[in-house]
């Protein structure tokens, strides 16, 4: 099931602080570039993790509704389902009731049960989309062992990068990945 992030996070879940005293780097000439690197890091580990950190808004499409209307949600982990719309074959979009679903958000991945009642789309492609609340929430609700996966990570590339400026962001540590094995999400 594919899915699309509709809200970035508005923060990370480090700091620029944190990176910096972490590394001791006391001046300000490469803070644009460590910026860049814990937001790459925050991504990498949502990737491999299979879960977002921060709060963020996430749209979730589907064909139809599976046979058993278990829908196992494709980010994790999921805070709350902001509107659930089906579409018909003319594009026009029915905003299911919130009465009509149940969030299941103690699995990973969550799971979003539909009502027998709620109508089918007929709409052949994408004709359902899932708008979702997903993350730990503040950065300070974050994991500290994602939270120090990140920052380790991003210290890691600043400290390998190569003179052009750039970083090699396929290098990782076995430190990074024991800390972040415990939240990997499986997908059925």
């Given amino acids: 099931m594919p899915a699309t992030l509709i809200t970035p996070p508005s923060e990370e879940p480090i700091t620029l ?3 910096k005293a972490h590394l001791r780097l006391e001046n ?7 910026s860049r690197m814990i ?24 064909d139809r509704w599976p046979v058993k209307r278990k829908v196992a949600l494709p980010v994790a982990p999921v805070n709350a389902i902001t509107q659930v719309r089906v579409y018909n074959d003319a594009g026009d979009a029915s905003i299911i009731s919130a009465l009509s679903y149940t969030l299941d958000p103690a699995r990973a991945p969550a799971v979003l049960i539909i009502r027998p009642a709620v109508l089918a789309p007929t709409a052949y492609a994408n004709g359902i989309e899932i708008d979702m609340t997903c993350g730990y ?8 062992p994602l939270r120090e996966a990140v ?3 991003a210290a890691l590339w600043f400290e390998s990068r190569v003179e052009t400026g750039r970083f090699n962001m396929t290098l990782s540590s076995s430190a990074v990945e024991a800390l ?9």
């Fill in 137 to 144: 929430g503040e950065p300070s609700d974050v994991p500290a």
């Fill in 28 to 34: 300000d000439d490469e803070d644009d570039l460590l």
């Fill in 180 to 188: 972040i094995a415990p939240y990997k999400v499986v997908w059925p």
């Fill in 17 to 19: 602080a944190e990176l």
């Fill in 151 to 153: 920052l380790r990570l």
């Fill in 39 to 62: 937001s790459a890091a925050r991504l990498h580990v949502e990737s491999i993790t299979r879960r977002v950190l921060v709060e963020q808004g996430w749209r979730a499409y589907l």
